[in-house]
């Protein structure tokens, strides 16, 4: 900016950092907010700060259209409250192997890897399996149940006598603020979130 003075580039670059400080904290302010109220619910009933002028207008100031897209553009727009949400590291498998008498034979969380690597990326595949928590349609969860269906074959084929297979997804709970108050001594819970059955045969189909 040469037709500016030394003095003024000075300003007009700390101007630009602190708008940017400024949008970071907003949108954390944001994602705290939503964290909270979506995971633990009102702390103190009869409020709801979520229909607050002061919520509405961080929205509004969020959704601005050129703050909306310079904050998607630069990746900003992804807030890191204290209230974190769930995540794929939270979702549990259960795969449980039964042979043609229906006896069970086998029951392992994990599929069987050798390296380290395949672990990593396993653990990614279970990304997917957040669809589930939406209320969305059933069509919606394809790729999730793609996954699914995969790791129970892989583990029905790695095993001669299995003849069918149990698999459930879970989805590990922490106990809302609600439910501490109400009990001290509460911990976290699974909850089931798909159940599904495969036979041998299912081998032979597409996956």
Not at 9 to 29: A, D, H, T
Not at 45 to 66: C, H, K, M, W
Not at 180 to 188: D, F
Request: one cysteine or more.
């Amino acid at each position: 900016m040469p037709f500016l003075t030394p003095k003024t580039q000075e300003k007009l670059i700390i101007l630009k950092f602190s708008i940017i400080v400024l949008l970071i904290c907003i949108v954390n302010v944001r994602s705290t907010i939503d964290g909270f109220y979506n995971l633990y619910g009102d702390p103190t009933e009869g409020s709801d700060f979520q229909e607050s002028t002061f919520y509405r207008n961080v929205e509004g100031i969020l959704n601005y259209a050129p703050i909306n897209f310079f904050l998607s553009y630069t990746g900003l727009e992804s807030g890191y409250g204290f209230f974190a949400p769930n995540v794929a590291s939270e979702f549990v498998t259960d795969f449980v192997l039964k042979d043609e008498c229906g006896e069970v034979i086998e029951e392992t969380a994990f599929v069987s890897l050798e390296c380290k690597e395949s672990f990593i990326r396993i653990g990614s595949a279970y990304v997917p399996f957040m669809d589930y928590l939406k209320e969305t349609e059933e069509s919606s969860h394809e790729i999730s149940d793609v996954i699914l269906k995969g790791l129970s074959l892989d583990l029905l084929r790695s095993n001669i006598r299995a003849h069918e297979i149990k698999t459930t997804l879970y989805l590990y709970h922490h106990p809302t603020l609600a439910e501490l108050r109400a009990n001290s001594q509460a911990g976290p819970r699974v909850i089931p979130v798909k159940t599904v059955h495969y036979r041998r045969a299912d081998l032979w189909k597409d996956v």
